[in-house]
């Protein structure tokens, strides 16, 4: 099925996000530090957050790596280390009072990465390849710029362009031609004082010289800045309150006296009760106490180090807990210990699937009974590949590694045995063994899991054909394996809950009966799918199984699409993928498709499942493409 028009049609590299991600969490040494893209770059520092531009895109993929990783440099190493956020909170809070606080913004944030990239630059040289070619697309950039903004006479846009390009030029005789009868006249005074900004030293100084630029520009020109350039974030004081720390909202008036006691505490110590009254709601007369203490003079003791009495359920009326909130079957907490940050090493418990599926709830169908049609369909797909199922038992019996035997001894013949003990310990003389013999069975077990979503509506006949050839294959060679259909329901999902329905037509308990097939045509497509989530479940399953090789094969077109799943399902999906491998499963995406795949599609498939990922335009040729990666994966396990 072709798109006639596809919205939004950019695909996530999710190792490069991934990549992007280890890097600004190694600069800004927080490990909750992730990577996104935005129109622009800047860093959220309340939410963690550091945004690579989208004028990266449309590159070479050399130009976009380095373009997005100086972004990172600059938002990680750069604005978290060097910039003064208080600084540039009252510079934003000064444009507003101007005619043109957008010129004055973004002037300010490209004057301040240009103060922080040599910094950057100085602390890492390793950094100055990704700048070097920052600087010359951005260069050609505004080249383009200026000239565009001179026809259309948006002359605050080229004042704009010429402050990049004064500040970036390659040679010290740039020459600025005629702009405008009002503007020529202040144009050397303009480039004076762009040219100061290389002896900023703070961004303070910075603040100090775009409040002149601005000042000097704002005289001159008609209207504000037309165009987007660069982004100034800031958090509002609001919305620092919210983020604050919880020490931030504890009472911290220090002593009128800094003095210690010279007597150290024994444990001896004599501690006095005292009943107080307390208010609340039930007391007809307030008393006069209410347990509020304000105590700000006396000498620091270490009495309370040790001796402190443990809490008790009830203690007080209010107080400030820092803790994580969770379900807990219990109501009495007065034993519980002081938590700390130790649940934080147990987020994974939490959201054991991932955090984009914390919400995600995986519901199990039973097949019907197979109505006759579709027997009778099943029957037709069977005769018809035939030799295609002989090919993929071949390929199937000949790459898996078969079952060993336990070597037998202690027998009447045989090999004679090396420990010759037992001739003068035991009355029955055994000194005889058997080699390990090679088991027909093999030692594997497979999942199918099936993309049931919408996207494979024009897919699903050729996708049944490959479970089936899959499916007589694997039960020709006694290989143990289910088949599960996946998809979420857009109606039913919510922020709060998203339903993943599972239709398994055959589970591990019938894949090897003779009658077990025909629930397979019951399998079509549905909704949404949220591939991540899947693979998780199925990933669980398969590592309570006992054999030594494990295979997860998945049918899909490799499009991830749920329910607030959109922006990260790629990387998710990846993820879900790498937790699988290394926890001793091999996954393999498999795409059947009669249509030309693009080379974005191709491209997804390498972003989530890396070389494992098949696309077979028919059935007939799955068994070739399928032996020389079964061997592959073969040969890599044996190496482990």
Sequence with gaps: ???????????????????????????????????????????????????????????????????????????????????????????????????????????????????????????????????SQRRKLYLGFFQNQWKVNMERSLFTDVLFNLAYLVWNTETPLFEIPGIHANIDPVIVLYREKLERLFDSGSTDDVAKNCMQIVTLVEDVVQRDLLNDYFHLHHDDEEEQEQHADYRDLLRKDKLINNDQSEEKATGDEEFFKEEMKTWHRETSEPGENFLQFDLDQGTQTDILANEAREGEAGDQALAIVKGKAGKSQYKDYSDMEDLGRKNDKADSVHVPYGVENRHAEAIFLSPTVPKNEEIHQYLLYKKSMTLYQKKLKRTIDMTLEHKKQLPRTRLQIGRLDNKLI??????????????????????????????????????????????????????????????TGFWEDANDATKERQPNYFSQPITFSNSLKKEAGPEIMQLKAEEDNRDGFAIRIMTERLLSRGEKQKFLIMFSDGEPAAFGYDQNGIIDTHMAVIDARKKGIEVINIYLSVNEVADEQRKVFQNIYGAYSLVSPSIETLPELLFPLLKKLLLKSLNK
């Design 1 to 131: 099925m072709y798109r006639f028009i596809d919205f939004n049609d950019e695909k996530i590299d999710s190792l490069l996000m991934m990549e992007l991600s280890d890097l600004a969490k190694t600069l800004v040494k927080d490990e909750e530090y992730e990577v996104d893209l935005r129109v622009h770059s800047y860093i959220d520092i309340a939410d963690k957050k550091i945004y690579a531009s989208h004028f990266w895109n449309h590159r070479s993929e050399k130009d976009m790596v380095l373009g997005m990783k100086s972004d990172v440099y600059l938002r990680a190493l750069g604005n978290y280390h060097f910039t003064d956020q208080k600084v540039v909170r009252k510079f934003v809070e000064w444009s507003t009072y101007t005619n043109i606080p957008r010129f004055a913004r973004q002037l300010f944030s490209l004057a301040e990465d240009l103060r922080i990239e040599e910094i950057c630059k100085r602390k890492r040289p390793g950094m100055r390849r990704e700048f």
């Design 422 to 483: 037992h001739f003068f310990t035991d009355d029955e003389k055994r000194l005889f063994y058997k080699k390990t013999e090679k088991s027909t069975a093999i030692d594997a077990v497979f999942s199918l899991l099936i993309d049931c979503s919408a996207s494979m509506q024009d897919k699903m006949e050729e996708t049944r054909k490959g479970i089936t050839l899959f499916h007589e294959a694997l039960k020709s060679v006694r290989v143990p394996h289910e088949i």
